[in-house]
């Protein structure tokens, strides 16, 4: 039987961090296990390619959501990344920490973001932004700023500028409010996984082990106390110290249920025997949840005209060569945080410019030349769960996200398609567009069309979090310090502790956490919290 000091299951935006931070001084051997392969698949390294990747079944876990009775019965594809880096290994790299009262909403003690902008910047090296107060150089991550050179691109940046929307340089700055160019984490055109960053650099570390193809089937928790990992076909895997959980938001919550620690009655019905009961696995499950204004498009500056096959190849060959080209880039470059009405108190709805008409990269899918303005609520108030429906750990468990149970992110995500067609009709973007695909003028006709549509055309953002809340309160999964409540020698380290959503993409955030939690495993003091107006270079 084999023995670690520390095993972190996933090797996702959370597990690649932890893994290096763990392993980094030599004294402890850890084991990383990831349930997918490697992640040197040609879709994956190829920014543009983030459209096929995202949907490529073989990297994918392929979740579908349980049928929404706020979207009329509608299922919903989750993918989740199934590879070395997760789903960094796959999403639209877009980099983004969040608002700051994202972090002190929490209430957490070492969770504001006072303390926790210290591992954001632990984590990044932004060569571009050398000299700023709000951006470190010479992390593992990098994180470079779009180019914006698209003229659709710039000309939606110019309708929000004449709509009123102020400018804003740097949505990872001193305010998030306002539009330009979003972050990316490419480097020199290629994509920039937390697999790339902080694992493949640190691979040859002796007393690191990264198993990949390997499926975890329980933890084993003994007289209260976490002890070992079975996997597919019987394996038995020891930790001397802990188990770390970074399976992600789906994952984490599966393996606790696996394991015995849930809801005594849902693991009952589920054929598990209740070993710790903690009513709070699986639930609090948030996720951003948007929709696309369509419109068609007079100028070719398209990913249409992109994907013609001969223009296609060649972008394709340049970025594999030497990372240059259109597609060592991601076509999500221009957007926005906007408040959606007067005394809102800040930013509650991200807006996203597409020049082209789906995200998947394909002419097939663009159809014809146009583009999208992608528009989300940032803050959601909709709460779903997520239940084993059996002991088979090979099986999908039932994800119910809940979407639109309440009843105001609907009404957000009106009035934020409503904002979007505003921006759309602005001469400074009008003037490239055909005319709206969708919705159409019926359905932009009154506030009840507009809701029917988007009950029946909204879709996930891909960002869902919170199944292993993270509180002070005895209902919280895990406490301030990522312990699981009732079983020692056992964490949980991703996206799923966020006890709410953050206003952002969860890529970052989720690296930050595991930045964090190497601190709280390790018996490290946390770096000096990072006030307004201090130095905040963390060298």
Not at 490 to 506: G, K, Q
Not at 521 to 537: D, F, K, Q, T, W
Request: with cysteine; net charge positive.
């Amino acid at each position: 039987m084999e023995r670690f000091d520390y095993i972190v299951v996933g090797a996702g935006s959370a597990g690649c961090v932890l893994a290096n931070r763990l392993s980094a001084d030599g004294r402890h051997r850890v084991l990383l296990i990831e349930a997918g392969g490697g992640d040197r698949h040609p879709v994956v390294s190829i920014p543009l390619l983030a459209g096929v990747a995202y949907f490529h079944r073989p990297l994918n876990w392929n979740y579908v959501t349980a049928p929404q009775p706020g979207l009329g019965g509608r299922s919903l594809g989750w993918p989740r990344g199934r590879l070395l880096g997760g789903t960094s290994s796959i999403n639209g790299m877009m980099y983004m920490r969040g608002h700051a009262s994202d972090y002190d909403r929490w209430g957490l003690p070492g969770w504001s973001w006072a303390e926790v902008l210290p591992y954001f910047l632990r984590s990044e090296d932004a060569p571009g932004r050398a000299g700023s107060p709000f951006h470190a150089q010479g992390g593992p991550l990098r994180v470079t700023r779009a180019q914006g050179a698209n003229p659709l691109t710039r000309a939606f940046l110019d309708a929000c500028a004449a709509e009123g929307l102020v400018a804003n340089d740097d949505f990872n700055g001193a305010d998030q409010e306002g539009y330009g160019l979003n972050d990316f984490t490419i480097r020199d055109g290629r994509r920039e996984s937390s697999a790339t960053a902080f694992l493949r650099p640190v691979q040859g570390r002796p007393n690191l082990t990264v198993r990949t193809g390997a499926q975890v089937c329980r933890v084993v928790i003994e007289a209260g106390r976490a002890t070992a990992l079975e996997l597919a076909g019987g394996a038995r895997l020891e930790a001397a110290r802990e188990i770390v959980l970074c399976a992600g938001t789906i994952g984490s919550a599966q393996l606790l249920q696996l394991s015995g620690v849930g809801d005594p009655e849902g693991l009952r019905a589920a054929g598990v025997a209740p070993l710790v009961a903690a009513p709070g696995v699986g639930r609090n499950l948030q996720d951003h949840f948007g929709a696309f204004l369509a419109l068609a498009s007079r100028s070719p500056a398209t990913l249409y005209r992109q994907f013609r096959p001969d223009r296609a190849a060649l972008a394709l060959l340049r970025a594999w060569a030497n990372g240059t080209g259109p597609a060592a880039s991601v076509p999500l470059e221009g957007g926005a945080f906007v408040r959606s009405r007067q005394g809102v108190d800040q930013a509650d709805l991200k807006l996203t410019f597409v020049p082209g008409l789906s995200l998947e990269a394909s002419r097939r899918a663009q159809r014809r030349h146009g583009f999208l303005i992608s528009v989300y609520p940032l803050r959601p108030e909709s709460r779903g769960s997520l239940q084993i429906a059996g002991p088979d750990p090979a099986a999908a468990p039932r994800i119910d996200p809940g979407y639109f149970s309440a009843a105001g992110d609907l009404a957000l995500l009106r009035d934020g398609m409503r904002l979007a067609a505003r921006i759309a009709a602005n001469p400074a973007l009008a003037r490239h567009a055909e005319g709206p695909l969708a919705p159409g003028p019926e359905a932009l006709g009154s506030d009840a069309a507009l809701e029917d549509w988007l009950r029946g055309h909204a879709n996930t953002v891909f960002h869902p979090v919170g199944t292993c809340r993270m509180g002070t309160d005895t209902g919280a999964v895990v406490d301030p310090a990522l312990r699981v409540r009732g079983v020692e020698g056992l964490r949980v380290a991703d996206a799923s502790v966020m006890p709410r959503i953050v206003s952002a993409n969860t890529s970052a955030p989720t690296m930050m956490i595991a930045e964090k939690a190497a601190d709280l495993i390790l018996g490290r003091p946390a770096p000096a919290p990072l006030r307004p107006g201090a130095n905040l270079s963390p060298r």
